[in-house]
């Protein structure tokens, strides 16, 4: 018995909500993705389109004791917080964890894309949006602590090794004797948490994210935040669109981001065994990842995410906005996972397809006019599995046929930012009317998801999936404006 009918019911219910003409139109108006290629849709789109991948070693940290280490990391030459935050904010980028930085930079760049203005971008000037019609809805991850802050409260915690427990650690212990201390789990409890750098925990809730952005832009308007892993970004565009066809925003910055390229991020991935170990890496880690390819081992992280600026149709006309694309479907459902963490979803991929075909009801579309699909594709073979017996399951005989759009091999699993890439991908692919180049896999079955060069391509629609771990599935449609 499958149980995403048990675990969601509201999320399967809701996306079926007819599409009818008193429904505000959405259509994305900015793009803000942040990659490991720098801060921006320009330098994604220009390393998509000529075959670039920005996986490599880890350098933030010494990776040598991890199964996998490779990631896509955003070099720090390339985005500086503080210089996407009026003046008077920069305080506050001292109680920014590194997802809030990249959400704040991502926001940054989609409002600039937008051409609005906000009270980060001129607090003299009128905004475009009214504040209270300017809502936020962004995807994280959960509690994303700092090696260095933990291991400096937790260090107050050790004890001699045959201490009582409970007793005062001793802080006069020779470098010498380190090796017969322990962690005394009672005295963290009861004292060693209270070292804990002030404001610990405001640096690191996951609703930080949106909070920061809000505060920033003054959005007065629906906020929320989503946590469901790969998913997350996906969820929260699908809300946002949902706010505005029901008249409680004009518009909304949507989308996610992570950070992961951390020891103790790292380390919790490796747990769950979907990373690429080291020696699954042939010669060069920027061919690693292989979506849909028998041979495909595992994914690799990568940092960022992206936030997209969504607007209703009429407001955008009436300033005269640039448009890339419209969302007229959107659906998300629940796959049956038989452990705690996901590792492994249905294999049919069941409860992607009703996802699918819930956005193509939704949209009022068939599947035969879907012209590109930008799947998760995230070389993490069961999940791979799944995704291609859903298109299978939903696209038939097309299935081979229709082109993929795959983004992981170029910017890493960014987690709950991943889905906002392909969304920002895939309403770039429409606007010019280019599929841009697939990396790596060479021996994909049934689907076109082998590597190829950037070629033009007549583009209506193209359908954007997202599988998280945990099973969350989401579908988003877009229409070529």
């Not at 009818?20 to 793009?31: A, E, H, K, P, Q």
């Not at 990659?35 to 350098?59: H, N, Q, Y």
């Not at 005269?320 to 049919?348: H, N």
Request: net charge neutral; charged share 20%.
């Amino acid at each position: 018995m499958r149980s995403r009918a048990v675990f969601c019911p509201a999320l399967l219910h809701y996306p079926l909500m007819p599409r009818t003409s008193d429904r505000r139109r959405t259509v994305i108006t900015g793009l803000g993705p942040m990659t490991a290629f720098g801060v921006g849709i320009d330098p994604l789109w220009k390393a998509m389109c000529e075959g670039r991948s920005a996986i490599k070693r880890i350098s933030r940290f010494d990776p040598s004791g991890f199964p996998c280490q490779i990631a896509a990391e955003l070099p720090e030459a390339l985005f500086d917080v503080k210089s996407v935050v009026p003046k008077s904010y920069r305080k506050a980028t001292k109680v920014m964890a590194r997802d809030i930085e990249l959400a704040v930079g991502a926001a940054a760049a989609a409002v600039a894309d937008a051409r609005l203005i906000t009270k980060a971008v001129d607090p003299e000037k009128t905004p475009t949006i009214p504040p209270s019609r300017f809502g936020c809805q962004i995807g994280a991850g959960l509690i994303a602590a700092d090696v260095d802050e933990l291991t400096a409260a937790l260090v107050t915690s050790r004890v001699r090794e045959l201490a009582s427990v409970g007793a005062e650690p001793d802080s006069n212990l020779r470098n010498s004797e380190l090796k017969t201390q322990t962690f005394d789990l009672a005295h963290w409890g009861a004292a060693g948490m209270q070292n804990l750098t002030p404001l610990w925990l405001l640096k690191y809730l996951p609703n930080m994210l949106a909070c920061h952005v809000t505060i920033i832009h003054d959005c007065q308007g629906p906020s929320n935040t989503i946590t469901c892993a790969e998913t997350s970004a996906a969820l929260s565009v699908g809300e946002s669109m949902r706010v505005i066809e029901r008249g409680a925003a004009d518009a909304c910055l949507s989308g996610g981001a992570e950070f992961k390229i951390n020891p103790m991020g790292l380390l919790r991935q490796v747990y769950t065994k979907r990373l690429l170990e080291s020696d699954g890496i042939e010669n060069d880690p920027m061919l690693s990842l292989r979506p849909f390819d028998p041979e495909a081992r595992g994914t690799a992280l990568g940092e960022g995410g992206g936030i997209l600026v969504l607007e209703a149709w009429e407001t955008a006309q009436q300033r005269g906005a640039p448009t890339y694309a419209e969302l007229i479907g959107f659906a998300a459902t629940q796959s049956f996972c038989p452990d705690t963490v996901g590792l492994s979803i249905e294999s049919d991929g069941r409860s992607i397809s009703d996802a699918i075909e819930a956005a193509l009801k939704a949209a009022k579309i068939s599947a035969q006019q879907i012209d590109a699909i930008a799947p998760l594709g995230s070389s993490i073979p069961g999940i791979d599995q799944a995704e291609a017996a859903a298109i299978k399951r939903v696209f038939r005989n097309r299935a081979a046929d229709i082109p993929l759009i795959t983004t992981m091999p170029n910017v890493g699993n960014c987690c709950a930012g991943a889905a906002a890439i392909p969304i920002a991908v895939a309403a770039m692919a429409l606007k010019c009317q280019l599929l841009p180049a697939r990396l790596n896999t060479k021996n994909a079955s049934g689907l076109n998801a082998n590597a190829a060069p950037s070629k033009p391509a007549a583009l209506n629609h193209v359908l954007v999936i997202s599988t998280g771990m945990g099973g969350q599935n989401a579908a988003i449609i877009l229409k070529r404006i």
